[in-house]
């Protein structure tokens, strides 16, 4: 079975600073999705950014990145320029191509300060 | 506008009811899935249909009923068998690129 390890419960920042939070995952197979979700305070779902294992360069959306290192299985999540809004839950999640569902991590919640 | 509904949004439910969550998408997505989320422990697959008339059991599919008579809806029964089912209810669906899109969620509350 696959797994997704978040070993930060919770972590904060101060705004405009930057901050990375980790995930590492489990899996035999070569070819794959990784994923991370925001989970604000509304609880609604928001996918942040997705990246596919056979594409060497990190994905980037915005003020959000990757660092992306399939040896180690490892997937971390950068925010440049910490905004109040980013405060939330961050899932880290895995599938892979011939998979039936998404694996999710524990999460970390994220506490942005002013 | 395209996406899922969920309802209710709180549901509350007395010690050995059976209760219904509803899910709803327009999506055009074939596959959908039951998420149950609970503090410090992420979201946990109940139930997931990769098609019509077909589902199949996630990892905590114990207590837990599903239906998936219409490609736009797939309900969660949560029976009496179900021992602890106070916990936050995520219904997602998924065309075929692996991304999921999620519902708002139902809190349900034994009481």
């Known amino acids: 079975a696959q797994t997704v390890t978040q070993s930060q419960p919770e972590m904060s920042v101060q705004e405009a600073e930057t901050v990375t939070l980790s995930c590492t995952y489990d899996?035999?197979?070569?070819?794959?999705?990784l994923f991370w979700y925001k989970q604000p305070p509304s609880r609604q779902m928001i996918l942040v950014i997705r990246?596919?294992?056979?594409?060497?360069q990190n994905a980037t959306e915005n003020r959000f990145s990757v660092n992306f290192q399939k040896a180690a299985k490892s997937f971390s999540l950068k925010i440049s320029d910490s905004q109040l809004g980013d405060t939330a839950m961050y899932f880290c999640a895995f599938i892979n191509l011939a998979g039936y569902a998404l694996n999710f991590g524990k999460g970390t919640s994220l506490l942005v300060t002013p | 506008d395209g996406g899922i509904t969920q309802s209710p949004k709180y549901l509350f439910r007395k010690e050995g009811q059976n209760v219904t969550l509803s899910c709803e998408q327009n999506l055009n997505h074939d596959a959908m899935y039951w998420y149950r989320q609970d503090p410090g422990q992420g979201l946990r697959l109940i139930y997931y249909?990769?098609?019509?008339?077909?589902?199949q059991k996630g990892d905590i599919a114990e207590g837990y009923s599903v239906s998936r008579e219409k490609k736009e809806s797939f309900p969660l029964t949560v029976t009496s068998a179900q021992k602890n089912p106070t916990a936050f209810y995520l219904c997602?669906?998924?065309?075929?690129?692996?991304?999921?899109?999620f519902g708002s969620g139902t809190r349900l509350t034994v009481v």
């Open positions: 997602a669906s998924r065309p075929g690129d692996y991304g999921y899109t």
């Open positions: 990246q596919e294992a056979y594409k060497q």
């Open positions: 899996t035999s197979e070569n070819n794959y999705y």
């Open positions: 249909s990769q098609i019509v008339n077909d589902f």
